[in-house]
């Protein structure tokens, strides 16, 4: 008789998409699957046709495998009371997600931010299952953080720790989309780069096949592109870029002295274009006693279903925690 495979179910809740895939305990991703998000419905609304679609497919692979929990990754998600406050780019106000799941699930169930679930994927089946003390930077259209600290998420008093992309570079900086000017958030991330892609085009001669491109066409995948031919301005971009991050970077390091600094992301794929010079931003920023001992190194987890496992990986965390 074939044994039975436990699994996690991994949820990650984005403005557009909705993604879910049944996870195992070493991180592997049985089926996956994603639908539209429709932000502007109320929550409830969501999880009704996510459960209808994850039934559809648990139906097909319960001979085989047995769901004991779920895991959530979610903007502005709070650990501790299994809410989502506010989120950007949804229509839900306050609601409590952990709540609407329990119509549909008796199982154990925990809800986090995107960066946290990352920071213990990367803890569970990634580049830190070796380490203790470590941060994960995750570089999209934003910038998110989850810190871990003796293999434990750091949370803080509210569920909020850990929002190094709204720590500020300069008062006077750019408009963030927290409302505030200056974060980090709006500088280094895929949209922080277009923006530093058109003032340098601004403000300097540089010729740059980029000077061609209109704002609402531009991409970071573009900036990278002509990078990586050579193209001064784009070259000058990602430098700046590197600059303002690995001033922040050295500051984290200050704060917590972790192992390694880990980069995931749509924007981190732009590789030694935006490692190389972080790097070195960051020794010259650093506190001499740090020098030469924080790794900044890529995330181990495919990046296609990263958010996936991360959501994932919360529930084989509380169970390896709690065993």
Known sequence: MM??????????IGGTNTAFGFVDKDGKCI?????????????????????QEVEKIYTTISGKYKLIGIGIG?????????????????????????????????LPSAITNDANAAAIGEMQFGAAKSMKDFVVITLGTGLGSGIVVNRKLVYGADSF????????IDPSG???????????????????????VYELIATTNTPSELRDISFSRLTAKDISIAANKGD???????????????????????YLSPEAIILLGGFALAGDLIFAPTRRYM??????????????????????NAAVLGAAALIWNEINTNN
Not at 76 to 104: C, D, H, M, R, S
Not at 232 to 254: P, Q, S
Request: hydrophobic share 40%; glycine share 8%.
């Open 3 to 12: 044994s039975i495979k436990d699994v996690s179910l991994g949820i990650d």
């Open 283 to 304: 020794e010259e920023f650093l506190l001499p006693i740090f020098r030469n001992k924080v790794k900044i190194i890529a995330s181990a987890l495919p990046e296609g």
């Open 161 to 168: 720790a850990g929002e190094i992309g709204h720590t500020i």
């Open 174 to 196: 750019r408009e963030c989309g927290c409302g505030r000017k200056g974060c980090l958030e709006a500088y280094a991330s895929a949209s922080g780069i277009k923006r530093t």
């Open 74 to 106: 979610a903007p502005n998600a709070n650990y501790f009371k299994g809410t989502v406050e506010q989120p950007p780019n949804l229509n839900w106000g306050v609601v409590n997600i952990l709540e609407i799941l329990k119509q549909y699930y008796d």
């Open 232 to 254: 001064r301005l784009a070259l000058e971009a990602f430098d700046y870029t590197a600059k303002v991050l690995g001033l922040k970077l050295a500051d984290t390091v200050a």
């Open 31 to 51: 089926y996956e699957s994603s639908i539209p998000t429709c932000a502007n419905e109320p929550a409830p609304m969501l999880f009704k046709r996510l459960h």
